[in-house]
């Protein structure tokens, strides 16, 4: 099970910490992602990790930063410099990591979905 919390309304330029906690699995053996998704949109990926490995999707470079504390089962995704077109639900999501695969991809095919969290940025 995912719990993913802390979206809200912020301006442009504004800051938001989302956090995701895990249960009911090793969170050591999972990949575990934040993505989005806004209004006709696909959903995409945004920052994905497995062990200190991260993968950074475009929207995600140089603004949002991902850490995680498998002690608390919980990873945060810190959304910096907003803009409005970051408005959407974002959601996190995990999977087994593949073994022997080193890093992490952050394709939308998940296999754990959260219930998301909607992040609005106004203009």
């Known amino acids: 099970q995912l719990q993913a919390s802390g979206g809200g309304l912020v301006q442009t330029g504004g800051s938001l910490r989302l956090s995701c906690t895990g249960s009911?699995?090793?969170?050591?053996?999972?990949?575990i992602g934040w993505f989005r998704q806004a209004p006709g949109k696909e959903r995409e990926g945004v920052l994905c990790i497995y062990d200190g490995h991260k993968y950074f999707g475009s929207s995600a470079r140089g603004r949002f930063t991902i850490s995680s504390d498998n002690a608390k089962r919980t990873v945060s995704l810190n959304l910096n410099n907003l803009a409005p077109e970051d408005t959407a639900v974002y959601y996190c999501a995990a999977r087994k990591h593949s073994p022997g695969w080193i890093g992490v991809s952050c394709d939308v095919r998940y296999d754990y979905w959260g219930q998301g969290t909607l992040v609005t940025v106004s203009s």
């Open positions: 009911g699995f090793n969170f050591d053996d999972y990949d």
